[in-house]
């Protein structure tokens, strides 16, 4: 390349390939995994027959935080955020006290990340079961897109394995990039004494990350968690929303950190069955700081954000884009229409596709 202009035009057909994905709860949903109030209703019942005596304890502590008295607790229709708050300040009270069961948490937030884990698990396809969706959705990705995930399922990485493309949690070269910034049912803190499991500690490539962070493999199928108790080895980390989630997301500060450096060499946008909750702060707080690197940085004038979920409330909660130039909100499940308007975009063919919902 001899001139300006001709790196230039290498440079802005490089990032035209590149593309980044943010998935939610509804990217999964077709799956057959629940959304959170069934979710929650699922596990509260494993965790009931499995462990009755801690589920017991926790069963109190929920029950009084709702003024429920006597009255049996209807986890599908509790306020799931306000529940994980009032055990995460019940764990902040106990070690204010003296008491601390582990630097992963407290025995009742590990056991509902447990139970929450194994019914995302159990409901989770075997590889052979995955919609086909998912494959092509898995198939059209290229090393380098970057997918940033707040789902704690690990069907993405289900369905890239069933494409047999390869990926990575961390910046592996000629791998997928799977960014999931609520953690995952196969991560863990730390490392166990007595490890059954293939563990991988994930360096995310920053200095600020505090904690040994580990993945198993192995933990994505639901053989490795059957007749596994909530209090051994299987300890997944995954962010609960409400009050801890502030805590648990200084676990990550890299995860959190990198993705406003991504825009300036990612092209179009996808946001996936991410519904972005009036109350959830801090995801609104990740997409304003970011907002000013989703503005066209690249020259290429045509960059374009699409927001895919059926959600009524969606155009509302993502008001804050709407100043932008190109967003374009698909008002649907999403589908193979969805993953074939990426593959249009991918190729520059994508323009006439666009529609607004």
């Known amino acids: 390349m001899n001139t300006d202009e001709e790196r230039m035009k290498w440079w802005r057909r490089e990032v035209r390939a590149n593309r980044i994905f943010f998935l939610g709860a509804g990217f999964s949903a077709a799956a057959g995994i629940p959304l959170t109030q069934q979710l929650v209703s699922k596990a509260m019942e494993m965790f009931r027959v499995e462990s009755d005596g801690l589920f017991t304890r926790v069963d109190r502590f929920i029950r009084g935080c709702f003024r429920l008295g006597e009255s049996a607790a209807d986890y599908g229709r509790l306020d799931f955020s306000e529940m994980c708050t009032f055990l995460h300040y019940m764990e902040l009270r106990e070690a204010g006290g003296g008491e601390h069961w582990s630097d992963a948490g407290s025995r009742e937030n590990l056991a509902l990340r447990f139970y929450l884990s194994k019914a995302i698990v159990l409901h989770s396809p075997s590889s052979g079961g995955i919609p086909q969706v998912y494959n092509d959705f898995a198939a059209q990705l290229r090393p380098t897109d970057i997918v940033v995930t707040f789902n704690w399922d690990c069907l993405l990485e289900a369905s890239l394995d069933a494409a047999g493309r390869p990926w990575s949690y961390t910046w592996k070269e000629d791998t997928i990039h799977v960014m999931k910034l609520h953690g995952s049912v196969n991560w863990r803190l730390g490392e166990p004494e007595n490890s059954s499991f293939d563990y991988e500690e994930m360096d995310f490539g920053s200095e600020i990350t505090p904690t040994m962070m580990l993945s198993s493999r192995d933990l994505i199928p639901y053989a490795a968690w059957k007749d596994r108790n909530c209090l051994g080895e299987i300890q997944p980390f995954i962010v609960l929303p409400g009050f801890g989630k502030a ?21 179009h ?49 993502y008001s804050f884009l709407l100043g932008l130039q190109h967003v374009t909100f698909l008002c649907e499940r999403f589908s193979p229409g969805h993953v074939e308007l990426m593959r249009l975009e991918g190729s520059g063919s994508g323009m006439e596709s666009r529609r607004d919902g």
């Open 269 to 317: 946008i996808f946001i996936i069955g991410l519904g972005l909750a009036r109350d959830d702060f801090i995801i609104r707080s990740f997409f304003r700081a970011t907002l000013p690197y989703v503005e066209d940085l690249t020259g290429l004038g045509d960059r374009h954000v699409y927001i895919v979920n059926p959600d009524p409330a969606t155009r509302d909660n």
């Open 247 to 267: 805590f648990d997301v200084r676990r990550l500060p890299a995860l959190w950190y990198k993705p406003e450096n991504f825009f300036s060499t990612t092209h």
